[in-house]
Nanobody, 113 residues
């Protein structure tokens, strides 16, 4: 299974962005999917999770601002970022939760103040 995240870029504080993750090679319909991020000089941290039953959980730092969703038929997972802050600057990755697949390259999100 290959994971390919996309949709990152440069955004001003307070702005919005939509990240996408495509999983190829095997359906993940039974998997709990998640987004993670790694800020410069820091370890990778969990951001959000969506179960196969569409239940969601969010890290306190993004709760109320980010929204995770998925399209099972198309093997896609999404992360909507809203009201972004400079502290959201990071490389964003998708994976299962817990992470069991090989990490993809991620997508860079840079928030300017």
């Amino acid at each position: 299974v290959q994971l390919q995240a996309s949709g990152g870029g440069l955004v001003q504080a307070g702005g919005s962005l939509r990240l996408s993750c495509a999983a190829s090679g095997s359906p993940f319909v039974f998997a709990t999917m998640a987004w993670y991020r790694q800020a410069p000089g820091k370890g990778r941290e969990w951001v959000a999770t969506m179960t196969r039953n569409s239940r969601t959980r969010y890290a306190d730092s993004v709760k109320g601002r980010f929204t995770i969703s998925r399209n099972i038929a198309e093997n896609m997972v999404y992360l909507e970022l809203a009201s972004v802050e400079p502290k959201d600057t990071a490389v964003y990755y998708c994976n299962t939760n817990p992470p069991t697949l090989q990490w993809g390259q991620g997508t860079q999100v840079t928030v300017s103040s």
